[in-house]
């Protein structure tokens, strides 16, 4: 065992664990799986609505939570003046990196103060736990905390870059420097990697690596072919999502498809407004809201489907169809960003522009009727996930990553 497996790496994101973001409690998982010692770290605590099945509540029982610490005065000031008096240098460059970064206007400002006292909270935390490197998720206010944090310590980090909000606004969040001063950056795609190269200085690309988010094939292993009309959706009840686009598609569907029926799984702050479209287009005995839902019980969904729908309009490269793929389900989404990298128009399932009702229907009706052709699409998006979004080989590249040991 080298000195690297011997001490801890942390993890840093806004909230966690989230019934939204499984993905980084499975990659965590998984690199404990493989030896490393990860310590799990949280701007803010989770709400209870995220805490869906055991493997959330014990990673929450067990994640440091910077805020709640920081609402102690004790604790806040100990890591404000304990870092100023550890090494002044240091603490008085984090402080110029904090106010050189902060977006225009005094309220961004207040902001990036109240990120440079987490830093400080973060970083005694951190260096009690003797961690020697932090990995964040997310590169918005999480990742300027842990950039601070770096500078205030010492301690190297390193993020994931996901999108595409961040691409819509990377000088706001200062993009360039968190990859300028980060050990290597995780891109979840090729696109996204190209995002990345866009907004930093060339001279930082060598840096940027693909790391695909993943899941295990094996907890999808869903049994029967599709056969029946059962659509299902996961994901935040958000307009991003384009839900609505999708409950317009089922409009013309009923009259050939009678039985056809939507199970929507996720909650949030568009499901009065959905529900309410549904009620209004005669849909309620075909589309089921059922709220958020366990890993365990995704799968269990997903076995019961028969085609999985995500009309988004911005993605990354969503997790929620490596999911639907490993379970044998053909796909229908939209052609963004790096979701064609997953899914192959034609093959595994099909691609539609973004925000087209009719495109989406007539895709659905496609596969709906064609059981053998939706059969052929289940197996070739099962190989693709095999191939290129299994997480235990993903986190056995990023573990390297972070061991310093692939270039």
């Known amino acids: 065992m080298n000195d690297t497996e011997k001490t801890p790496i942390a993890y840093l994101t806004g909230e966690y664990p989230r019934a939204t973001d499984t993905f980084i409690q499975r990659e965590v998982a998984a690199l404990r799986a493989q030896g490393q010692q990860v310590e799990t770290c949280s701007v803010r605590r989770t709400g209870v609505e995220h805490l869906v099945g055991d493997e959330q509540k014990a990673e929450a029982k067990a994640t440091f939570y910077i805020l709640a610490a920081a609402k102690s005065p004790v604790t806040l000031l100990s890591a404000i003046f304990g870092a100023l008096f550890r090494n002044p240098a240091r603490f008085f460059k984090a402080l110029v990196l904090a106010l050189k970064t902060a977006p225009p206007g005094f309220r961004n400002l207040i902001f990036q103060l109240f990120y440079f006292a987490e830093a400080a909270v973060l970083a005694a935390h951190l260096r009690k736990k003797g961690v020697r490197h932090l990995h964040n998720h997310i590169a918005k206010s999480s990742c300027t905390v842990a950039m601070l944090m770096s500078e205030l310590s010492g301690i190297p980090y390193s993020f994931t870059l996901h999108g595409p909000d961040i691409f819509f606004a990377p000088d706001h969040w200062r993009l360039d420097e968190k990859i300028k001063r980060a050990t290597f950056v995780a891109c979840i795609s090729h696109f996204c990697r190209s995002q990345a190269m866009a907004f930093s200085d060339p001279k930082h690309w060598a840096k940027l690596h693909i790391i695909h988010c993943g899941v295990e094939p094996s907890r999808y292993d869903a049994g029967e072919d599709p056969v029946e009309t059962n659509l299902l959706f996961v994901g935040r009840l958000a307009p991003v999502k384009g839900l609505p686009i999708l409950l317009r598609a089922l409009e013309p569907l009923k009259a050939e498809f009678p039985k056809i029926h939507l199970t929507v799984i996720g909650d949030g702050p568009g499901r009065k407004a959905l529900e309410h479209q549904t009620e209004?287009?005669?849909?309620?005995?075909?589309?089921?809201?059922?709220?958020?839902?366990?890993?365990?019980?995704?799968?269990?969904?997903?076995?019961?489907?028969?085609?999985?729908?995500?009309?988004?309009?911005?993605?990354?490269?969503?997790?929620?169809?490596?999911?639907?793929?490993?379970?044998?389900?053909?796909?229908?989404?939209?052609?963004?960003?790096?979701?064609?990298?997953?899914?192959?128009?034609?093959?595994?399932?099909?691609?539609?522009?973004?925000?087209?009702?009719?495109?989406?229907?007539?895709?659905?009706?496609?596969?709906?009727?064609?059981?053998?052709?939706?059969?052929?699409?289940?197996?070739?998006?099962?190989?693709?996930?095999?191939?290129?979004?299994?997480?235990?080989?993903?986190?056995?590249?990023?573990?390297?990553?972070?061991?310093?040991?692939?270039?």
Do not use: C, W
Request: hydrophobic residues 50%.
């Open 280 to 407: 209004a287009a005669g849909l309620s005995e075909n589309v089921s809201f059922v709220g958020y839902k366990s890993q365990s019980e995704v799968a269990e969904a997903l076995a019961a489907s028969d085609l999985f729908v995500l009309p988004s309009f911005a993605e990354g490269v969503p997790v929620v169809l490596m999911e639907a793929m490993a379970a044998r389900r053909p796909v229908v989404t939209t052609h963004i960003a790096g979701i064609p990298e997953l899914v192959t128009d034609g093959a595994s399932g099909l691609l539609v522009p973004p925000g087209n009702p009719h495109a989406l229907s007539a895709a659905i009706g496609k596969i709906l009727a064609n059981p053998a052709r939706a059969t052929a699409m289940g197996i070739a998006g099962r190989a693709m996930v095999e191939k290129g979004f299994d997480i235990k080989k993903e986190a056995a590249r990023l573990g390297q990553l972070l061991d310093g040991d692939l270039t």
